[in-house]
DNA sequence: GATTTTACGTA
DNA sequence: CGTACGTAAAATCT
């Protein structure tokens, strides 16, 4: 049947999806079923009705199978064949008689079809003249069906429609009146700057060309509609001839980066660069778009293309990039400014000044710690190539021996097939997200472990001991910059380049990301030596990193069992809460024998005997159960793990339950707090609001929150303050998101006082329902990253 | 050549 | 139904 548009004539909006569905077919009607409720209630929310609105798809039948190829030549879906070209024609007949101001594109075929492009991704939010029909305006989006897959389309495609809704209302595509310059003299770059001057806030922007980072386009913008892009290098090439007239610009630049408050989008990089390569401190810069995104949407992209597209309404830029890179440029800075200041109100509105405020005052830190690296042991680091190098080609001759070829144990499809096919091993299988998912093989380390236990096959150890080996090579073979150091780039909101083969990486550039509230560590692309991120350093290849200076060690200090106590006081359980009040700033020694151990009081409660009865594996249960349930893992995990009957894991975990029934009220709690806004706060007032699918998947991220953005922002204020009293005394090396390391002088004194100055700052008392209460601080010592030994505080 | 999948290290 | 992150190599798609 066909299934042809529906609506009222005169409409102003008109909505354009891919094809019938079954259902639809059925119906004879476009948008009914699972994705059509999913478009009313997304119409809703954007305060238009769907009987409002004009709703057809690009074709008029279902294409076998409901795939969409049918109507193209290539697989790309590209080339429309005859079918396709006739439905285009209909579908341009049906616009040019019914003449929506507005059409919303659902999905990737629509757009394709109105405008051309092909990544519903980077289009959408933007508004695009038609090519089908010239002069009617195209606002693509995420179509529904796809939403009901990735839910966290959600929120973007409501934001797409409340735009083209607005939008729907002005007669014609708008002209762009903003005063954008791309190529000034030196003379009007100049008294740009002069004018700069005068104003409270200004916006700005670099281009950094790789490798090197070296600044080819500066951009700086007075509002959303006036901004100005200088190009310093096109190509290899400087524009300027003069050096020192070049020397006078960079003079202004940092005039200005000094003297003017400014915003940037993702700043930390280009404040880094700016230090690095032109000794330019940014003082002025205070506030970051990208930070405030983090603080108010912390589950949406934090790309500036993505920002502007739900708080301005500006025409699609980014790509220009490459042809037009200083007008590019441009628009970056206005739009900066432009999403500024939507979001300065949406940062006070949604009550996060404070979290606000805390992350900016992180910005120093990351951009010192990037540029300070850490020193490597070169012969150690030597010693350890060798040794890992060695231990993998034994595992991996002898296995060659064992089965009589040579084989890529890296490659999961050789891997499996050596296993299932010809060891004729039992297949293991990844898990499935749902049952009617097809199963996948899996050759990865629990699988070996599990094959390793039921067969005792010795070629499966072979296998593992490379694995391990090889993998430490990775961590290991790294190359070290001429001072012999590495370097990372910690990111206080996570942004990061997740495109591994993407050569010119544009560093706030990057979407699909979501984050938990603690920093990560990165790959630095100013100083692009080690292995990246720093934060996953296994414990045997941290024995080649070192303490610079002489006679140096380094210090750590860690929040002992800190969501274990930031729990006991959010759920109130008393037990608990008095075993941390009665060791607080005790020593471990005292602590042993005293009892007073989380996972003892929990073995305690399983079993039913006193503390000082647990044996070790009644601890070891303890723990296991804590740890599984604090995740809210399944028995099933506790059964592995244990080596024991799934009825025995489920007695263990249904006991824990009974004996700390504070747990489970705690969880009804979060799940009604999410029903009300779907937003957490933390102890320290961060909120994080949750876009998920109501559902298991949405309560297990909810539970874990408080107590870990917690600890995490605990860290982080402890590093601020450490930072500014400290760090000219003992210099921060490392963040392990509840762990932070200097560099301390080997003496006994000196070490003592720079672990009561990290206490100082790590001992933040919280207050959570009229208790207040502090968590204990851990510390160890050692003259190399991977060999350091405990400490008590007064040592 | 670009994108996706698989695997694995830390907290 | 453990989760979060980043990186590397293989597999797969165009």
Redesign the pocket.
């Known amino acids: 049947m066909l299934v042809t548009v529906k609506g009222p004539p005169g409409a102003k909006v008109m909505i354009v999806g891919e094809a019938p569905g079954e259902h639809e077919e059925r119906v004879g009607e476009p948008f009914v079923g699972r994705n059509g409720d999913l478009l009313s209630r997304m119409l809703v929310q954007s305060d238009i009705t769907r009987q409002s609105c004009l709703l057809t798809n690009v074709v008029r039948r279902r294409p076998p199978g409901g795939n969409i190829k049918y109507y193209f030549e290539?697989?790309?879906?590209?080339v429309p064949n005859e079918l396709m070209k006739q439905e285009l024609g209909i579908l341009a007949s049906d616009i040019r008689r019914l003449k929506p101001n507005m059409i919303i594109a659902l999905g990737r075929t629509a757009l394709w079809a109105l405008t051309g492009q092909t990544?519903i991704s980077e289009c959408r939010g933007y508004i695009y003249n038609s090519t089908l029909v010239p002069g009617i305006k195209v606002l693509p989006t995420y179509h529904p069906g796809a939403i009901n897959d990735s839910w966290e389309m959600l929120f973007p495609a409501i934001m797409d429609i409340r735009k083209a809704v607005a939008n729907s209302n002005t007669p014609n595509i708008l002209a762009d009146t903003r005063c954008l310059r791309a190529s000034p003299s030196k003379r009007e770059f100049i008294d740009y700057l002069d004018y700069c001057k005068t104003k409270p806030i200004v916006a700005v922007d670099i281009e950094t060309a790789s490798p090197g980072s070296h600044i080819d386009i500066f951009g700086i913008g007075v509002s959303a509609d006036d901004a100005m892009a200088f190009t310093f290098l096109r190509g290899r090439k400087p524009t300027q001839s003069d050096v020192r007239a070049e020397l006078d610009l960079w003079m202004r630049i940092a005039d200005v980066m000094n003297n003017v408050t400014s915003v940037m989008h993702n700043g930390m990089y280009d404040a880094t660069v700016l230090m690095h390569n032109n000794g330019i401190a940014c003082r002025g810069y205070t506030e970051d778009t990208m930070v405030m995104t983090h603080c108010c949407w912390p589950e949406t992209p934090r790309s500036l293309a993505f920002l502007s597209s739900v708080c301005l309404n500006v025409p699609a830029w980014k790509h220009l990039q490459m042809d037009m890179p200083a007008w590019y440029n441009a628009n970056d800075v206005a739009n900066t400014f432009g999403c500024y200041e939507v979001m300065r109100d949406e940062v006070i509105e949604g009550g996060h000044s404070n979290t606000y405020r805390e992350e900016m005052e992180q910005v120093e830190i990351t951009d010192y710690l990037q540029l300070r690296g850490i020193k490597v042991d070169k012969e150690r680091q030597q010693l350890l190539i060798k040794e890992s190098k060695e231990k993998a080609e034994i595992a991996y001759a002898e296995l060659v021996k064992a089965i009589g070829k040579p084989i890529?144990l890296?490659?999961?499809?050789?891997?499996?097939q050596l296993l299932y096919g010809e060891l004729g091993l039992p297949p293991q299988y990844?898990?499935?997200?749902?049952t009617k998912d097809k199963r996948?093989?899996?050759?990865?380390?629990?699988?070996?472990a599990r094959l390793l236990l039921a067969t005792k096959n010795p070629i499966l150890q072979l296998i593992?001991d490379f694995?391990?080996a090889d993998?430490?090579i990775?961590?290991v073979d790294?190359q070290l910059s001429e001072t012999g150091r590495v370097h990372?780039?910690y990111?206080i909101t996570?942004?990061?380049?997740?495109?591994?083969?993407?050569?010119a990486v544009v560093v706030d550039d990057d979407d699909n990301?979501?984050?938990?509230g603690?920093w990560?560590?990165?790959?630095?692309i100013i100083l692009p030596y080690g292995?990246?991120?720093l934060?996953?350093?296994?414990?045997?290849?941290?024995k080649m990193y070192i303490p610079d200076g002489d006679n140096t060690v380094f210090v750590q200090a860690?929040y002992k069992q800190a969501e274990a106590v930031a729990v006991s006081y959010i759920i109130n359980d008393n037990n608990l809460k008095r075993m941390f009040q009665q060791s607080y700033g005790k020593s471990n020694d005292y602590c042993t024998e005293l009892g007073l151990d989380v996972h003892k009081m929990t073995a305690c409660l399983l079993f039913g005997i006193p503390v000082t009865e647990v044996t070790k594996a009644q601890r070891k249960v303890g723990k296991l159960v804590r740890?599984?349930n604090?995740?809210?893992?399944?028995?099933?995990?506790i059964a592995?793990q244990l080596g024991i009957k799934l009825a025995e894991a489920k007695r263990f975990q249904e006991n824990y339950h009974n004996r700390i029934p504070q747990l489970k009220l705690w969880y009804k709690e979060v799940q009604r707090e999410l029903g009300e806004g779907r937003t957490l706060t933390n102890l320290l007032g961060r909120k994080h609001k949750f876009l998920?699918r109501w559902?298991?998947?949405l309560f297990?991220?909810a539970y874990?929150f408080v107590p870990?953005s917690t600890v995490g922002d605990m860290l982080n204020k402890a590093l601020v303050r450490y930072y500014k009293e400290f760090n000219h005394i003992a210099p921060i090396a490392l963040q392990?998101?509840?762990?932070m390391y200097v560099v301390c002088k080997n003496t006994p004194e000196d070490i003592r006082e720079t672990k009561y100055n990290m206490y100082t700052c790590m001992a933040i008392p919280i207050t959570y329902k009229g208790e207040t209460f502090c968590i204990d601080v851990d510390f160890k010592v050692g003259p190399t990253w991977g060999e350091m030994e405990e400490q008590e505080l007064g040592d």
């Open positions: 290539n697989a790309a879906k590209t990544k890529n890296n490659s999961p499809k050789q891997v499996a990844q898990r499935r997200k749902s996948t093989v899996t050759t990865d380390k629990k699988a070996l593992m694995k391990k993998k430490l990775q961590f790294i990372t780039s990111n996570g942004a990061t380049m997740s495109r591994q083969n993407t050569k990301y979501q984050s938990f603690r990560s560590s990165s790959k630095s292995s990246g991120n934060q996953n350093i296994p414990g045997e290849a941290r860690d740890h599984a604090s995740y809210s893992a399944g028995p099933k995990v592995d998920k559902g298991d998947e297990r991220s874990s870990q392990l998101h509840d762990a």
